[in-house]
């Protein structure tokens, strides 16, 4: 009788021991269900957990604790983020009257006689104003382009037309630099819901980037899936400059004219359209993808 007991208890147990245990699995992969959405999501709801399990609830506990903090810190970085992009917008419009009266009265002082020392010297400060005036138009397109504020206007957009019509814009500029553009379109239209205006601007810096790194090629595919391949040779260029492209600024010696903020632009008003864009570098040539991909 005593051995038939003994093992209705341990059955009693392991069945008890087998619920818990999957009332516990239940607890945690609702917790890990709840912290996936409240990540992906905007929103101040707590991870909410029915069960009385103190472990499992201790956990909820402090993730919610954790989450918090998270939130704050987001806020506080959106909100340093809207004021750095609205001090540089005011800076740029300060900026822009003196820099046009610098230019203007250079370009008189142009007209004059002097003496070749001081066309020198004229021609160095007219570099540089060109250069602050460049830089201050591209900080002033950043940060219209960087708003979450203004959102993209959508429309049915011909990527083979958008292609066709962003190399014609470049030719003569590529032709002065000894580039031939190769251009690959697919026979059937890849069409796309995008911000024409946007999405010309982004095409435009790419081509310029590409003027500035060619070492006089340039290949450009557009695929059915959306991907449009800009591809050149780029022997002045590393894999550490290139993984950097697209970072705020940055500039490498082969294009130190440039002010930085050309792809960080592009890589902005392309994720706002709901594409992706990188670089790499292989083989001594620079990869350039701009990818939209189409409705699931």
Known sequence: MLPWLLCGLLAVLAVTLYVRLRLLQHSLDDIGRQLGERLASDTNNPIFLPSRDPHARKLAAELNVQLKELRRQRLRCENGDRELREAVTNVSHDLRTPLTAICGYLELLDRGEKTPAQARYLALISNRAEAMKQLMEELLRYSVAAGAEAAPLLEPVDLNAAVEEAVASFYGALAKGGITPQVSLPDERVVRSLDRAALSRVLGNLLGN??????????????????????????????????????????????????????????????????????????????VALRFPGPS
């Open 210 to 287: 590409a003027l500035k790194y060619s070492g006089g090629d340039l290949d450009v595919t557009l695929e059915t899936d959306g991907t449009i391949t800009l591809s050149n040779a780029a022997t002045g260029l590393d894999e550490v400059q290139v993984g950097r492209l697209f970072d705020r600024f940055y500039t490498v010696e082969a294009a130190r004219h440039s002010t930085g903020l050309g792809l960080s632009i592009a890589r902005a008003l392309t994720e706002r359209m709901g594409g992706s864009i990188d670089a790499r570098y292989e083989d001594g040539r620079l990869w």
